[in-house]
């Protein structure tokens, strides 16, 4: 059985806590996701999963069986590293098959393994060279095969797409998701992207200072961020996070009164159970904004400050009672700096974020 | 400007021009030529060496070689000197003494590295500090040493000091070719089966060719030269070349010169060959880690 599953995991550096009490676990066959900033201990949980860093605290679960005593080698895990971790002096051949010779295999068994993998990957050309004479793309491209080669209890994945260009980026990205949904194993792949994390993964975990802040598929994480950070953290541009106060409840429209102006906007009925004027953080995606010709009571009025052309769509910065408020409109919308225009929000995608910065949901 | 900005344009970024390699050609001459003088001076005969002014063009011979290997007594028979010994001593000794420092500079270096101690950075400014005394300092409690040992004139006594002289320097040069490697690589090895042995020999070591090769050279060239304590703490059966060098300078008609050059000619060929079979690794090792791969 391929799972993973952590309890408590926890590492201390001297004073400071890289990892603080991670829990989670990952199902045969499910990808999941380690999101989050530089630093926020995303690495160093995938290396104590790996069995190359101690853990100060908590268990490590590979199979159902606890792996905390084993070594890197026993816990039979593939990892791809962020800078790939090619063996230099070898060719590429003998980099993918080396993870075989440890395990004893007869040379013409090894030989037909990479052969079939080399093939898959698109490697066969590369056999004979070393890793210094090859793109970055063939790198990464060798860095996985040596990973799938064997059949090992699980996969990890250190950034696996950070060091490769754009374009190669969305080939592997779609490549290793292929290679990944025809093995059935517990994958853990660690990324700051959060793109790659929500095409790549069945769930994704969002880190913040060593801790987990939401445990979600890429829509619920998308949808409903569990608290301000994860809201701000995902989607592109990201959320407008505007703080103003609840004022009532009514007809499934809450009354708020933001940037000086009150609106009346589509929210979590459990939002009614707040007291009238109390302090509460709106979220609205940019793209959850539309422009209208007529001021209403579902939205703003604003200045638009700056205009930034993305390609198919033009992303507003406007500006309502000083507050910068992130509008993405189609590229086919005229408008000009410093024009005044009423920005509206639809229906359905609005989220309310309550005093503690957490969600409020029913 | 002439021929410098000729020759600039022309080979823009890529080859010096001819002045330029002039210039630097007439410089390197400056400094060979010590080498070059006792390299001449070792196919002169006794008068040739002696003339003033020098005499640049000479009839050369091979006397003096000869003489090295050979004297003749005074009943005009030939008789060996004993300087094949010497030279055979010297390149044993400096050959096994750097190869014990290296060998143990390099795991020493590997622990240092990857394993460091508690107050790691203590450990390795002591052992630096071996070195921070002129060695001369030191030479009456290691002549102590060696004789209440009975190492001294012991080809194992002065094999093991010159390897302890060198460990400092192997043990530091060698560590920051360690921390230049990536730690994801043997972690790698470390996950796809290899034990620490594997990790070490199969994964480290092939990556440090050229940082081994140089720091060899380094300790090779040291050790070779070393005078004081080959002068004080080896025997007639273990003598190197430079001790036997200063004894043959005594006699009753002065400094043999010509004899001298060919010892020393003779001397500089296996360090030169050394030198020269290494010398790509060298320049990469000494360059290591200067320009991130």
């Given at each position: 059985?391929?799972?993973?599953?952590?309890?408590?995991?926890t590492k201390r550096f001297d004073k400071l806590t890289a990892v603080n009490?991670?829990?989670?676990?990952?199902?045969?066959?499910?990808?999941?996701?380690?999101?989050?900033?530089?630093?926020?201990?995303?690495?160093?949980?995938?290396?104590?999963?790996?069995?190359?860093?101690?853990e100060s605290d908590?268990?490590?679960?590979?199979?159902?069986?606890?792996?905390?005593?084993?070594?890197?080698?026993?816990?039979?895990?593939?990892?791809?590293?962020?800078?790939?971790?090619?063996?230099?002096?070898?060719?590429?051949?003998?980099?993918?098959?080396?993870?075989?010779?440890?395990?004893?295999?007869?040379?013409?068994?090894?030989?037909?393994?990479?052969?079939?993998?080399?093939?898959?990957?698109?490697?066969?050309?590369?056999?004979?060279?070393?890793?210094?004479?090859?793109?970055?793309?063939?790198?990464?491209?060798?860095?996985?095969?040596?990973?799938?080669?064997?059949?090992?209890?699980?996969?990890?994945?250190?950034?696996?797409?950070?060091?490769?260009?754009?374009?190669?980026?969305?080939?592997?990205?779609?490549?290793?998701?292929?290679?990944?949904?025809?093995?059935?194993?517990?994958?853990?792949?660690?990324?700051?992207?959060?793109?790659?994390?929500?095409?790549?993964?069945?769930?994704?975990?969002?880190?913040?200072?060593g801790?987990?802040?939401?445990?979600?598929?890429?829509?619920?994480?998308?949808?409903?961020?569990?608290?301000?950070?994860?809201?701000?953290?995902?989607?592109?541009?990201?959320?407008?996070?505007?703080?103003?106060?609840?004022?009532?409840?009514?007809?499934?429209?809450?009354?708020?009164?933001?940037?000086?102006?009150?609106?009346?906007?589509?929210?979590?009925?459990?939002?009614?159970?707040?007291?009238?004027?109390?302090?509460?953080?709106?979220?609205?995606?940019?793209?959850?904004?539309?422009?209208?010709?007529?001021?209403?009571?579902?939205?703003?009025?604003?200045?638009?400050?700056?205009?930034?052309?993305?390609?198919?769509?033009?992303?507003?910065?406007?500006?309502?009672?000083?507050?910068?408020?992130?509008?993405?409109?189609?590229?086919?919308?005229?408008?000009?700096?410093?024009?005044?225009?009423?920005?509206?929000?639809?229906?359905?995608?609005?989220?309310?974020?309550?005093?503690?910065?957490?969600?409020?949901?029913? | 400007?002439?021929?410098?900005?000729?020759?600039?344009?022309?080979?823009?970024?890529?080859?010096?021009?001819?002045?330029?390699?002039?210039?630097?050609?007439?410089?390197?001459?400056?400094?060979?030529?010590?080498?070059?003088?006792?390299?001449?001076?070792?196919?002169?005969?006794?008068?040739?060496?002696?003339?003033?002014?020098?005499?640049?063009?000479?009839?050369?011979?091979?006397?003096?070689?000869?003489?090295?290997?050979?004297?003749?007594?005074?009943?005009?028979?030939?008789?060996?000197?004993?300087?094949?010994?010497?030279?055979?001593?010297?390149?044993?000794?400096?050959?096994?003494?750097?190869?014990?420092?290296?060998?143990?500079?390099?795991?020493?270096?590997?622990?240092?590295?990857?394993?460091?101690?508690?107050?790691?950075?203590?450990?390795?400014?002591?052992?630096?500090?071996?070195?921070?005394?002129?060695?001369?300092?030191?030479?009456?409690?290691?002549?102590?040493?060696?004789?209440?040992?009975?190492?001294?004139?012991?080809?194992?006594?002065?094999?093991?000091?010159?390897?302890?002289?060198?460990?400092?320097?192997?043990?530091?040069?060698?560590?920051?070719?360690?921390?230049?490697?990536?730690?994801?690589?043997?972690?790698?090895?470390?996950?796809?089966?290899?034990?620490?042995?594997?990790?070490?020999?199969?994964?480290?070591?092939?990556?440090?060719?050229?940082?081994?090769?140089?720091?060899?050279?380094?300790?090779?060239?040291?050790?070779?030269?070393?005078?004081?304590?080959?002068?004080?703490?080896?025997?007639?059966?273990?003598?190197?070349?430079?001790?036997?060098?200063?004894?043959?300078?005594?006699?009753?008609?002065?400094?043999?010169?010509?004899?001298?050059?060919?010892?020393?000619?003779?001397?500089?060929?296996?360090?030169?060959?050394?030198?020269?079979?290494?010398?790509?690794?060298?320049?990469?090792?000494?360059?290591?880690?200067?320009?991130?791969?």
């Amino acid at each position: 059985m391929s799972t993973i599953r952590v309890e408590n995991l926890t590492k201390r550096f001297d004073k400071l806590t890289a990892v603080n009490s991670v829990s989670m676990s990952i199902d045969e066959g499910e990808v999941l996701c380690l999101l989050g900033p530089s630093g926020c201990g995303k690495t160093t949980t995938l290396r104590m999963i790996a069995g190359l860093e101690a853990e100060s605290d908590g268990d490590v679960y590979i199979g159902g069986q606890r792996v905390n005593q084993m070594s890197p080698s026993e816990r039979d895990i593939s990892m791809v590293f962020q800078f790939y971790a090619l063996y230099p002096t070898l060719t590429v051949a003998e980099n993918i098959g080396f993870p075989l010779r440890s395990e004893g295999l007869s040379k013409s068994e090894i030989d037909g393994r990479v052969d079939g993998v080399a093939k898959a990957l698109q490697l066969h050309e590369v056999l004979n060279r070393t890793p210094g004479q090859l793109g970055e793309g063939e790198k990464q491209r060798v860095a996985v095969a040596r990973a799938v080669v064997r059949d090992p209890n699980c996969f990890l994945f250190d950034e696996p797409l950070s060091r490769l260009d754009v374009t190669l980026r969305q080939t592997m990205r779609g490549e290793i998701k292929e290679i990944l949904n025809g093995l059935s194993k517990a994958t853990v792949i660690v990324t700051h992207d959060q793109l790659e994390a929500l095409t790549m993964a069945d769930r994704i975990a969002v880190m913040r200072q060593g801790a987990i802040e939401q445990i979600a598929t890429p829509h619920d994480i998308f949808t409903k961020p569990a608290n301000l950070f994860v809201a701000g953290f995902i989607g592109t541009p990201a959320m407008n996070l505007l703080s103003g106060q609840f004022m009532e409840y009514q007809d499934g429209l809450a009354r708020f009164d933001i940037c000086g102006q009150q609106v009346a906007l589509d929210v979590d009925p459990a939002v009614g159970n707040q007291s009238p004027g109390s302090d509460v953080t709106v979220g609205i995606r940019p793209r959850a904004f539309e422009l209208s010709s007529e001021p209403t009571e579902h939205g703003f009025t604003a200045e638009v400050d700056l205009i930034e052309p993305m390609g198919a769509e033009t992303l507003l910065h406007t500006m309502a009672g000083g507050i910068d408020i992130r509008v993405v409109v189609n590229r086919s919308q005229k408008v000009a700096v410093g024009e005044r225009v009423n920005i509206v929000s639809k229906t359905g995608q609005n989220v309310v974020f309550g005093k503690d910065e957490r969600l409020i949901a029913s | 400007m002439s021929i410098f900005g000729k020759g600039r344009k022309k080979h823009a970024l890529r080859e010096a021009g001819w002045g330029y390699s002039a210039i630097c050609g007439a410089i390197g001459l400056v400094y060979f030529s010590p080498v070059l003088w006792i390299i001449l001076t070792s196919f002169k005969t006794r008068q040739d060496a002696l003339a003033t002014p020098p005499a640049f063009f000479f009839t050369p011979t091979f006397d003096n070689f000869v003489r090295v290997f050979y004297r003749l007594t005074s009943e005009g028979e030939q008789m060996a000197t004993g300087m094949g010994l010497f030279f055979f001593n010297s390149i044993f000794i400096a050959g096994a003494g750097v190869l014990l420092a290296v060998i143990i500079g390099t795991s020493a270096a590997y622990g240092f590295s990857r394993f460091p101690l508690k107050g790691n950075d203590t450990y390795l400014f002591v052992i630096l500090t071996t070195r921070m005394l002129p060695p001369i300092v030191v030479i009456v409690p290691i002549f102590l040493m060696f004789r209440i040992t009975g190492l001294s004139g012991s080809y194992i006594g002065i094999i093991l000091l010159y390897a302890m002289f060198n460990l400092a320097f192997s043990v530091w040069m060698m560590k920051s070719f360690f921390d230049e490697l990536s730690t994801d690589v043997e972690d790698a090895a470390r996950l796809e089966g290899a034990n620490e042995w594997k990790v070490f020999f199969k994964i480290c070591l092939p990556q440090l060719k050229a940082g081994i090769a140089a720091t060899s050279v380094f300790a090779l060239i040291l050790t070779w030269n070393e005078f004081l304590f080959a002068l004080l703490l080896t025997g007639n059966d273990t003598r190197t070349v430079p001790v036997a060098m200063a004894r043959s300078m005594g006699g009753q008609l002065g400094v043999d010169w010509g004899l001298l050059a060919a010892i020393i000619t003779l001397f500089l060929i296996p360090v030169f060959i050394v030198t020269y079979l290494l010398q790509n690794h060298l320049l990469r090792g000494v360059t290591f880690g200067t320009v991130k791969k």
